[in-house]
Every structure is written in structure tokens, then in C-alpha cells.
């Protein structure tokens, strides 16, 4: 798989889609089902040979490259999602020192891999799988990713599964975008860099 800046920006993009969606399900109770299938789908596509395949291809995390040209350009307008990206990135690092959590994650997703083949990955059942293992295994590090929002679907057994499915799929991007050579300094250093790869995927 390649390394550069067009590859850390698409990692960074499906963090923030998948986030996006999660701050969407917490206030509202709805999510998205494009952005929600892109997200859950890279998830399984863990030897993807590319950084684009894992998305399926870049035209499925438009709106994270969206809302990730907007942040440097602007600053986060939600804040929100800015602390809550921040919180994925700080899990990862958490996440790829403990090994045994690693390889518990690893072995859930190869026994939910048939049933995503073949009910798709939005499945309800999926998603119940996704959610348990993101209970069993990333809950447990601390401090916790915490998700603000209504309380009303927050209560919710279905909204709080799609909710953990998906930091599921934002903590895998976060590990991509790492595995790609990214770091914090990029923020700091390769802002106009990662504009550029923004725009010429956007157009």
C-alpha cells in the first residue's frame, strides 16, 4: 500500500464521515445509509490493496473530504466533531499497544466477516456484532471515547449499536491514517499540503 499525503487524506476523511454520522445519530436517531455503508464496509476490507479500496473508492468519503477541507480551512464548526476526532486519534494509540485487544478485534470481525458478505454490513445483525465487539474490547481502554447527544436516542438499543459500530470504523481509519505515515505535526506542517490532495480529489 502507498504513502503519501492523497493517502493520509483519504484516512482522514473516513474518520471524519464516520464520525459525522455518529454525532448525526446522537442527536437526531437517523444516520445516513451511503455514508454509514462506507464506513461499516471498510471495517472488513482489511488487506485492501490500496487506501481508496478500503473506501471502496474516494467518491464514498466526498462528504469526509468535505467536512476535512472545511476544518483547515476554517477550524471545526462543530465542535463536537473536532473533540470527538481527537478522542478517536488518542484511542488508537491506546489501541495498537495493547495487543491482546488487537488481536480480540481481529478475531471478531474474521467471525462477523461471512455474515457481512452475505446480509451486507448495515445489517442489523452486523451492526449488533460490530457494537458488541467495540463493548467487549475498546470500551474496556480508558478514558472512553464519550458521544454527546439527545438523550431521548441515546436511550436507544439500535442507535447506541450503530453508534459503537461506527467509532469501530473511525478507530480502523485512524489506524490507517498511521499506518500511511500520519501524526498530529501534519496539522501543524502539511496543512496546505493536504488542501491540495483535497482539492484535486474533489475537483
Not at 6 to 24: C, N, P, S
Not at 83 to 91: D, H, M, N, S
Not at 105 to 131: F, I, K, M, P, Y
Amino acid at each position: 500500500m502507498s504513502n503519501t499525503i492523497d493517502d493520509r487524506v483519504l484516512a482522514l476523511a473516513g474518520l471524519l464521515q464516520a464520525l459525522a454520522q455518529v454525532r448525526r445519530i446522537a442527536d437526531t436517531g437517523q444516520s445516513e445509509s451511503r455514508p454509514l455503508q462506507a464506513a461499516l464496509d471498510s471495517v472488513f476490507r482489511i488487506d485492501a490493496a490500496t487506501t481508496e479500496a478500503v473506501y471502496g473508492d474516494a467518491g464514498s468519503v466526498r462528504s469526509g473530504l468535505r467536512l476535512l477541507r472545511d476544518y483547515l480551512a476554517n477550524g471545526s464548526k462543530d465542535e463536537s466533531l473536532g473533540k470527538l476526532a481527537l478522542a478517536v486519534l488518542q484511542l488508537e494509540r491506546r489501541f495498537v499497544r495493547s495487543s491482546g485487544i488487537v488481536d480480540k478485534v481481529q478475531a471478531g470481525l474474521r467471525d462477523l466477516q461471512a455474515s457481512a458478505s452475505t446480509l451486507g454490513s448495515t445489517h442489523q445483525d452486523v451492526t449488533e456484532g460490530l457494537a458488541k465487539l467495540y463493548a467487549d474490547t475498546l470500551s474496556t481502554l480508558r478514558p472512553r471515547v464519550m458521544v454527546q447527544g439527545n438523550p431521548h436516542y441515546l436511550g436507544q438499543a439500535g442507535v447506541v449499536a450503530e453508534i459503537r459500530a461506527l467509532l469501530l470504523a473511525a478507530l480502523r481509519s485512524a489506524v490507517l491514517w498511521r499506518q500511511m505515515g500520519g501524526s498530529l505535526w501534519d496539522f501543524v506542517f502539511a496543512r496546505r499540503s493536504m488542501a491540495a490532495a483535497i482539492d484535486a480529489r474533489l475537483g
